[in-house]
């Protein structure tokens, strides 16, 4: 629900910034989405494909919150758009964890990626300051979905971080074994926000 105190213009300003915010998101990772991916098969790194899958799946977490902030007052729209940031973050947990535990096994060795580093360093950065803003709109509006995928940003900043020193460990000391560790991270965050959309659908449609 918005809150009460907020005038109708304040609505459309805070709709406004929503929107911009979720366009400067989708824009990062279309732009980055390719280039991880790409880095990823040069180097041969698992934690680097997932972020990569990460971004495919934030680009659609971004459209979702597009589509529901244009029918914000209708109930289902938001239902919809919790149950499928759940389903996706839920196949990106199942995807990663396979390919970790294939590597783990194989001792397969990534070699070193510097422009996948670079990226990964400078969407560290941008998507905090994009998280903040979503929760901060979020918030004034009272916006559910918006929030939820506030949270999603933010994580998805601190798997950049994680991702980043599991590269930087093996480029540094060679210890391989930080690329599929650090991707194990995502299965974690790809399972508990998924968890977390889907219980927010749920407790929102027995509302």
């Avoid at 007052?73 to 919790?82: H, P, Q, S, V, Y």
Wanted: with cysteine.
């Amino acid at each position: 629900m918005t809150p009460i105190s907020a005038s109708p213009e304040a609505r459309r300003r805070l709709l406004r910034r929503g929107f911009w915010l979720e366009y400067a998101t989708l824009g990062w990772n279309v732009a980055g989405a390719g280039l991880v991916l790409a880095a990823a098969a040069a180097a041969g790194s698992v934690a680097l494909a997932g972020f990569g899958l990460d971004s495919l799946l934030e680009i659609l977490a971004s459209v979702v919150v597009l589509w529901q902030l244009r029918g914000s007052t209708d109930a289902r729209r938001e239902r919809t758009a919790l149950r499928v940031l759940g389903a996706a973050f839920g196949v990106l947990a199942v995807y990663v964890l396979g390919q970790s535990v294939v590597t783990l096994a194989t001792g397969g060795q990534p070699a070193p990626s510097p422009g996948g580093s670079v990226w990964l360093a400078l969407t560290l950065v941008a998507l905090l300051a994009l998280a903040a803003g979503k929760a901060r709109t979020g918030r004034a509006l009272g916006n559910r979905v918006l929030q939820t995928e506030a949270r999603v940003t933010l994580v998805d900043a601190y798997l950049a971080g994680a991702v980043l020193a599991g590269l930087l460990l093996n480029a540094a000391l060679g210890w391989w074994w930080a690329d599929p560790l650090a991707a194990l991270v995502i299965v974690s965050y790809g399972a508990r926000e998924g968890l977390h959309a889907c219980r927010g659908a749920g407790a929102h449609e027995g509302g």
